[in-house]
């Protein structure tokens, strides 16, 4: 059986519950009226109608409040106001408010049935959006069960019997035979951080990262990130600069999480740049947020792509060749630093580089240890220190 479109319409004038009533008739339509917002709300509630006609100009509850509290019980109903004392402010309050659409009267029989088919095509969209999201979310959720069950747990128990065996044999196998046997644990370890990797990628939980939440350098995060992917730089003859300037504020946050983010950026720079260049990250502060900057002069980003580099799993043209990661770091990058209250952009020409700049909120005043890398370098003209 077909299920029509229910439309509610809210009013205090007789006249115009029968009007719209009578337009919509044998329009496919289910229609139902309330002549105040009182009796509207509970309609609402009993009738969950698609679509929301609401006048402003109401005896007892006013149009605004109405809307408000449309949008409080269900937030994916269409609300548009039709009224008699349309003005251009009672217009922004009520998209304020909720409404998705304005129409002042007097209005005809096309316009009302033009604004009623816009409306109940916007509550398909609504809907939709949140059946697709719901849909990701499971997908997601049996995607990490598969990974968990079938993939990380047999994983773990090989290792373990592994690392039992090699304790056993090591008296007993040649010094080459001990060597395939680091290389299976190896292996089994870079399996294993993967499946973390693609389980951090999904996960849903990435917030309850705020437990772990104090007072953070930002100076201390990039040293650690630096430290982290130097041996990489070193075997692509690629150099890394820092620059840090001072002073520098701390940010409200987790540091493992925050080294995490910039070695996913600083290791993509690497990846992506010719032996040779020169990687640079730097931090400085602007007003009350900590902008840390990552920077390369390798093969760039397409800009059709860049507004889909934080997705999980993608990977862009560009970077398809052996040196192509997971498409994960970039993903589980954006959900750290959103985590942490802050933003991540990109700016990126092919064949020019790329510039990723993740944007914290400050918190106190930094009284703390300001350094580098590698102590010793020379003094930066901005204040800074640059190895």
């Known amino acids: 059986m077909e299920i029509k479109p229910r439309i509610l319409i809210i009013d205090d004038e007789e006249i115009v519950l029968d009007s719209c009533s009578r337009i919509l008739e044998g329009s496919g339509y289910a229609t139902r009226t309330a002549a105040d917002g009182s009796v509207g709300l509970r309609q609402v509630a009993e009738f969950q109608p698609d679509l929301v006609f609401v006048d402003l100009k109401m005896p007892g509850i006013s149009g605004f409040e109405v809307l408000e509290r449309i949008r409080a019980l269900d937030p994916s109903i269409v609300a548009i106001v039709i009224t008699g004392y349309a003005t251009l402010a009672s217009a922004v309050e009520a998209m304020q408010k909720g409404a998705y659409d304005f129409l002042p009267k007097p209005f005809t029989p096309d316009e009302f049935r033009l604004i009623t088919k816009r409306g109940i095509e916007k509550r398909e969209l609504v809907l939709e959006t949140i059946a697709l999201r719901r849909e990701k979310e499971l997908l997601q959720e049996n995607f990490a069960a598969i990974i968990s069950h079938e993939l990380k ?29 680091e290389r299976m644990k190896s292996r089994i370890n870079d399996l294993l951080e993967m499946i973390h990797t693609w389980l951090r990628a999904i996960s ?169 890398p590698e102590a010793g370098g020379p003094e930066n003209p901005q204040g800074g220190r640059v190895t």
């Open 153 to 181: 747990s047999p994983l773990s128990a090989v290792q373990q019997n592994l690392i039992r065996l090699m304790q056993e044999l090591s008296d007993r196998v040649n010094e080459a035979q001990m060597a395939r046997l």
């Open 204 to 372: 849903s939980d990435i917030g309850s990262i705020k437990e772990n939440f104090g007072p953070t350098s930002v100076a201390d995060v990039i040293s650690k990130a630096v430290e982290n992917v130097l041996p990489y730089a070193v075997r692509k003859d690629i150099e890394v600069d820092t620059l840090v300037g001072e002073p520098l504020d701390l940010v409200h946050g987790d540091e493992g999480t925050l080294v995490e983010a910039v070695v996913n950026l600083l290791g993509n720079a690497i990846r992506y740049s010719r032996s040779g260049s020169r990687v640079r990250v730097s931090a400085e502060q602007q007003a009350d947020r900590i902008l840390v900057a990552v920077q390369d002069s390798g093969i760039g980003i397409d800009e059709a792509e860049l507004p889909y580099i934080f997705g999980s799993f993608y990977r862009g043209r560009a970077g398809a060749g052996d040196e192509a990661g997971a498409g994960l770091g970039l993903a589980i990058t954006r959900r750290i630093v959103e985590a942490h209250g802050g933003t991540i952009t990109v700016t990126s020409r092919l064949g020019e580089g790329s510039t990723f700049v993740i944007a914290l909120p400050a918190q106190g005043s930094d009284t703390g240890t300001h350094h580098t």
